[in-house]
């Protein structure tokens, strides 16, 4: 299935706006704007002002962006910036994150394979159905008053949302992708809300750059799997990381490990902080599902686990049936020797392993990576 590019330039409400005037039925479709009227509590008007003066403070450029992005779709900022806080709002709701009407619209696996001959980071984008139409963006952000900092990336987003939150590569050779955790415990609304921080991402230099922002106070709202490649020259591979995070009164609480092992895989779910969060039947199936079959040798065996539909209530390419309330959107594959992004909309499997875009990767590399 062909996936939707295009190239954006300009500051950050000139490029947001651009991306919404252009996609600005997909946007307005993946939003049921009556449901949000009727969900308006004093409550959330609360925690909506809260995060959003803090991801002023933190983020003014991306508040801009979020701000071109409801002019040009014609959708009321209020209502992108509730997309931007589902998690944070699902969270304080304490309730399940999986139970009916409360899901916060993400679930994702992540693939890593890494035996020399190959390396390879594929993520699928799990998400509802109604935000299932993405497309994918190349953009020049151009240094403005809130953003001296020039940015040149390629991601792929979801409708209404920013980039970072699915997967991208910037040209300083960082490739990042997510896992939403679904944190328990979470009662303040003053830290910055991940999805902004996500954002972010796409803007480092380096795997410390990475890490400083993700540090920088008063810290990450809820929890978090980022996933980080950082390029080394064309076709020579890449060094990938696994960054956990999760929220305290104190800050964000991070670790950071490489990966080593020839393939790993990350779900919704932590494998080394020991913060308490949910764990839904999706993550522990899918995880299951993939010890159960062969370590891949190459794209293609990549590309057939996140093709498998062999657990019918909870497979790994979802289908957004009952029970599971989530639909594979996506998938993109970095393969740092090939130096592509491959972007697939449908299941591969059943086109072939045709993508729908494949973007070129050279001459993203970092220029003096320290890492």
């Given at each position: 299935?062909?996936?939707?590019?295009?190239?954006?330039?300009?500051?950050?409400?000139?490029?947001?706006?651009?991306?919404?005037?252009?996609?600005k039925s997909r946007i307005q479709d993946a939003f049921d704007l009556p449901a949000l009227k009727k969900e308006d509590t004093p409550k959330r008007r609360e925690v909506y002002s809260a995060?959003?003066?803090?991801?002023?403070?933190?983020?003014?450029?991306?508040?801009?962006?979020?701000?071109g992005l409801s002019a040009g779709a014609d959708i009321p900022f209020e209502y992108l910036f509730l997309g931007c806080i589902g998690t944070e709002l699902t969270a304080l709701s304490g309730e399940p994150p999986f139970k009916d009407g409360?899901?916060?619209?993400?679930?994702?696996?992540?693939?890593?394979?890494?035996?020399?001959?190959?390396?390879?980071?594929?993520h699928s984008e799990d998400t509802t159905l109604d935000v299932s139409k993405g497309y994918v963006i190349q953009a020049h952000i151009l240094p403005s008053k809130s953003n001296p900092r020039e940015e040149r990336f390629t991601a792929y987003c979801n409708p209404g949302t920013l980039p970072g939150n699915t997967f991208g590569v910037n040209t300083h050779g960082l490739v990042v992708t997510g896992n939403v955790i679904f944190q328990k415990g979470i009662?303040?609304?003053?830290?910055?809300?991940?999805?902004?921080?996500?954002?972010?991402?796409?803007s480092a230099h380096s795997l410390e750059d990475v890490v400083e922002i993700i540090k920088k106070p008063p810290g990450i709202a809820s929890a978090y799997n980022a996933n980080i490649a950082v390029k080394k020259e064309d076709t020579d591979g890449a060094k990938l990381y696994s960054i956990e995070i999760s929220h305290s009164e104190n800050g964000?609480?991070?670790?950071?490990?490489?990966?080593?092992?020839?393939?790993?895989?990350?779900?919704?779910?932590?494998?080394?902080?020991d913060t308490e969060?949910?764990?839904?039947?999706?993550?522990l199936h899918r995880a299951q599902r993939i010890q159960q079959l062969s370590i891949p040798r190459n794209t293609d065996d990549i590309l057939e686990i996140?093709?498998?539909?062999?657990?019918?209530?909870?497979?790994?390419?979802?289908?957004?049936?009952?029970?599971?309330?989530?639909?594979?959107?996506?998938?993109?594959?970095?393969?740092?020797?090939?130096n592509t992004l491959a972007v697939y909309m449908g299941n591969p499997e059943k086109a072939n392993f045709e993508p729908g875009v494949v973007?070129?990767?050279?001459?993203?590399?970092?220029?003096?990576p320290r890492v």
């Open positions: 299935m062909a996936v939707p590019m295009i190239f954006v330039r300009g500051t950050n409400y000139e490029v947001g706006y651009q991306i919404g005037q252009t996609f995060y959003l003066e803090i991801a002023k403070a933190a983020y003014p450029h991306y508040i801009e962006e979020l701000q409360l899901h916060s619209g993400e679930g994702c696996t992540d693939l890593i394979l890494n035996s020399g001959q190959q390396c390879i980071l594929a009662t303040s609304y003053n830290s910055i809300p991940r999805r902004f921080m996500s954002r972010a991402l796409l964000s609480i991070v670790d950071v490990q490489q990966y080593t092992d020839i393939f790993s895989y990350h779900l919704n779910h932590l494998k080394r902080l969060h949910y764990t839904d039947e999706s993550s996140m093709s498998d539909t062999t657990d019918e209530k909870y497979p790994i390419y979802r289908n957004g049936v009952h029970p599971d309330p989530y639909a594979t959107a996506s998938i993109g594959v970095f393969d740092f020797k090939k973007v070129n990767l050279q001459g993203y590399v970092q220029s003096n």
